[in-house]
């Protein structure tokens, strides 16, 4: 405790904010991003949130949100956190950020609130917003998949006992990933589920955009649905998409549904096999059917997948 208050103090100092105001202070838990999250209350009351990266392999990470407060969060159809200040120096990034509350677990939201969220992805998947020029170089952009990569997500998948269905997926990276370029480029928030959308008074806060780059949309909307139906969730695909689409300003067709089947695919093939390993056998169970679903989905070329 005594290490987060000098770090704590420390960041106020570099951004100007006066550590002295400072009253109470909680170190958040489920910072999977490796920042150290941590609720403020200043002596007047107001209460904010400290992001604070100071691991050097983290820094590209925590200076891509930095970028994104600094250069383009006030232009997004979405909202995020306020930023109230910010520094970023040679061995440590801070953000401070307005406060919002955490929304209900994703198996207590409601049909017409999946809907909801699935409007703002596609307003901010929505051409008017141009990310595609050098202004914007600090964005994440899409890589090809190494074949380390690659041989460590089969080797998993064998340990699951499905690398006759994941190792043929695995060969046709190429064409999954030309089956998501068939959409146009947008930007993404790049890690997208229901734990990095938080509540205020005027509804959804968009948090954490350290992965925020540039893709075709798919990808988000896969995140969210597979992370949702891991914890028990059954979001409203079918509803979802039709409101996506239409905020996004995109046709219902089968190039979109093709994109969405090509982005599911690819992150199970190499999002999940590790964290499948280590999952209670229920929980993982139903991921592996759709991993089933999914794949022969994609064999016979059928486009839209059932709810």
Known sequence: MHDDEELIARCLRVMRHGPESLRDHQ??????????????????????????????????????????????????????PR????????????????AAEPTPLPDQ??????VAAAEELGALHHPSLAVGNDRYSWLNRPRRVAR????????????????????????QLGQLDAAIAELPVCL???????????????????????????????????????????????????AMLDAYAAARGIRPDVALERAILAAEIRLLLLGWPTHLLLAEPAERQGLLDHLHHLSRRWAVGVARADA
Do not use: M
């Not at 904010?48 to 250069?71: G, I, S």
């Not at 998948?157 to 269905?165: E, K, V």
């Open 27 to 80: 170190r958040l838990t489920g910072a999977a991003s490796g920042a150290g999250v941590h609720r403020l209350v200043f002596g007047d009351g107001r209460v904010a949130v400290l992001k604070v990266t100071t691991t050097p392999e983290l820094n590209d990470r925590a200076r891509r949100e930095f970028w994104f407060y600094q250069a383009l969060a006030a232009q997004l159809p979405v909202r995020t």
């Open 83 to 98: 930023l109230l200040a910010a520094a970023d120096t040679a061995d440590l990034t801070c953000l401070l950020l307005s």
């Open 109 to 114: 939201w409601a049909p017409r609130e999946w």
């Open 148 to 171: 380390t990569e690659a041989a460590t997500a089969l080797t998993a998948w064998r340990q699951l006992g499905l690398d006759s269905i994941a190792g043929p997926l695995l060969d």
């Open 188 to 238: 993404l928030h790049g890690d997208w589920h229901a734990g990095n959308l938080l509540l205020d008074q005027e509804g959804l806060v968009w948090a954490d955009w350290q992965e925020v780059g540039v893709g075709h949309g798919p990808e988000d909307l896969a995140l969210l649905w597979q992370r949702a139906e891991f914890d028990g969730a059954r979001p409203p695909r079918e």
